[in-house]
């Protein structure tokens, strides 16, 4: 179910990804209209901005296989604490269940601070750039402008546009996160959905196709293969 629910909103922000490109697009075509050197020096850390949102979105794919692994070891831990309490508490079995919840208690608190920390480490990151870069251009065409270079309006339109990429860009990385995490329980869904059922038949089957009183099973045995 937590699979589900992950995958569910990583679908929900995939409209952010075709439609935040081409807002960032439009901004950046308005911007070289309005001066193609200053665009140009500031694009050159574009780049660089791709390539931290990839490194952090694989590591946001393994922990976040980690966590949808150990919440799911912790579900099938308390559904057969639930169903066998009867079993635990005849074993006196309750301290072994204890030891056997912390650890994957412990398991899911370790993954999930990997993944909240690359989550929220990203953002201020990448808004720490786009700062940086938008004080160069500040600083470039003010000079601009006292030298008459470009006009105070040009120059303020520009500074405008520039700043407006920074929205598009934060839910890009929002959008990449969720469907970085979205990914992996998309595997898990998948896994589970492919496998197969192997019933293996006896010899002799009988096949009936009508009921008649009733049906009895008779030397009927079950056992778990080693």
Same mark, same amino acid.
């Given at each position: 179910i937590?699979?589900v629910?992950?995958?569910?909103?990583?679908?929900g922000?995939?409209?952010?990804v075709?439609?935040?490109?081409?807002?960032?697009l439009?901004?950046?075509?308005?911007?070289?209209?309005?001066?193609?050197?200053?665009?140009l020096?500031m694009?050159?850390v574009?780049p660089l901005i791709t390539?931290?949102?990839?490194?952090?979105?694989?590591?946001?794919r393994?922990?976040?296989?980690?966590?949808?692994?150990?919440?799911?070891e912790i579900?099938?831990l308390?559904?057969?604490?639930?169903?066998?309490v009867?079993?635990?508490?005849?074993?006196d079995?309750?301290?072994?269940?204890k030891?056997?919840?912390?650890?994957s208690?412990?398991?899911?608190?370790k993954?999930a601070?990997?993944t909240?920390?690359?989550?929220?480490f990203?953002?201020?990151?990448?808004?720490?750039m786009?700062i940086s870069?938008?004080?160069?251009?500040?600083?470039?065409g003010?000079k601009?402008?006292? +030298? $008459?270079?470009i !006009?105070?309006g040009?120059?303020?339109s520009?500074v &405008?546009?520039v700043?407006m =990429?920074?929205?598009?860009?934060r839910?890009?990385n929002?959008a990449n996160?969720? +469907? $970085?995490?979205? !990914?992996?329980?998309?595997?898990?869904i998948?896994? &589970?959905?492919?496998?197969? =059922?192997?019933i293996?038949g006896?010899?002799?089957?009988?096949t009936?196709?009508?009921? $008649?009183?009733?049906i009895?099973?008779?030397?009927?045995n079950?056992?778990?293969?080693k």
């Amino acid at each position: 179910i937590n699979d589900v629910q992950v995958f569910a909103q990583g679908v929900g922000v995939f409209s952010d990804v075709i439609r935040e490109p081409i807002i960032v697009l439009a901004l950046l075509g308005y911007a070289f209209y309005l001066n193609f050197k200053l665009t140009l020096i500031m694009i050159a850390v574009l780049p660089l901005i791709t390539l931290i949102i990839d490194k952090l979105g694989r590591s946001l794919r393994r922990y976040g296989h980690q966590t949808q692994e150990a919440v799911g070891e912790i579900s099938s831990l308390m559904q057969e604490s639930f169903s066998g309490v009867r079993t635990i508490a005849a074993y006196d079995l309750k301290d072994f269940m204890k030891s056997k919840f912390d650890d994957s208690n412990s398991n899911i608190l370790k993954a999930a601070f990997r993944t909240i920390t690359i989550q929220e480490f990203s953002q201020p990151f990448i808004d720490l750039m786009l700062i940086s870069v938008l004080a160069g251009v500040v600083y470039y065409g003010g000079k601009g402008v006292i +030298l $008459n270079t470009i !006009s105070a309006g040009d120059f303020f339109s520009y500074v &405008v546009a520039v700043s407006m =990429i920074q929205d598009p860009l934060r839910k890009l990385n929002n959008a990449n996160s969720k +469907l $970085n995490i979205a !990914s992996t329980a998309a595997q898990r869904i998948m896994i &589970v959905l492919s496998q197969k =059922i192997n019933i293996i038949g006896g010899q002799n089957i009988i096949t009936k196709s009508d009921f $008649n009183d009733s049906i009895e099973f008779k030397s009927v045995n079950f056992y778990y293969t080693k």
